[in-house]
């Protein structure tokens, strides 16, 4: 949002990116933005503002009244989510003149178009885009494989959780390799988020070990999936090699 431009003037825009080492080169210039007039200005009934407070799953909104009526007693809210379009309405009572709204229920770390209407006025006010922010997973990672490559090692294999369920970007994983007892367990951290799949080494023979997977965003880890557990026996092995023959010789 762009305050204290000049009324009726003719402006154009460029961005740019900056880190710790500064600016990177500038965007293309925007198209030709001409501010209203005063009077065309006025045939507003209500500007939406920056919002006050995001949160992952909620945002509060604010407005300014441009044209008092007394015979506005509800607000319209349109929130529509950018991916799929949805649109969603929430019906709000004026009372006190009312200028703030928290709106609940919303999905973390995605974006939202938001704008208002009243009782009155069919005329929307402007739109303003919000992304809500970042929270921990919603679900565990998917498609999650253990195999035994020996009697004392085994390798595990998952992909992420479903891209609605992720809420933010995805930065570690976490393993759990739990033996009958804490020294026989194995717990690793901070997985590569590149990591698809990994090898642990050094297991107990005939010990039983239940694997589960958890996804971390920025602001934790999320649910673990649904433990596999597998015995390290040399039956298994045995069966692998005779599977293997079988597929051979079809």
Known sequence: MINDLKIGSIYQFL?????????????????????????????????????????????????????????????????????????????????????????????????????????????????????????????????????????TSLSIRWNPPLESEQNGRIIAYKINCLGSNESSSIRLSNISSDAKGLHIKSLIEHMQYCISVAARTSLGYGPYSQPICVTMSKKFNEKKILDLIICLFR
């Open 15 to 151: 961005i740019r990116a900056k880190n710790s080492f500064g600016y990177g080169q500038p965007s293309l210039l925007s198209e030709l933005i001409q501010t209203r007039n005063e009077q065309k200005f006025h045939t507003d009934f209500v500007q939406l503002l920056d919002p006050i407070h995001i949160q992952p799953t909620s945002v509060t909104i604010q407005w300014k009244i441009l044209q008092t009526n007394l015979f506005i007693d509800r607000y319209l809210i349109s929130i529509i989510t950018e991916k799929d379009l949805h649109e969603r309405t929430e019906t709000i009572i004026n009372k006190n003149n009312l200028t703030t709204y928290t709106i609940d229920n919303l999905h973390p770390n995605t974006d939202y178009s938001i704008r208002l209407t009243s009782n009155i006025f069919n005329r929307p006010s402007n739109t303003i885009l919000i992304r809500t922010l970042e929270s921990i997973p919603s679900s565990s990672p998917i498609d999650v494989h253990v195999e035994l490559t020996s009697i």
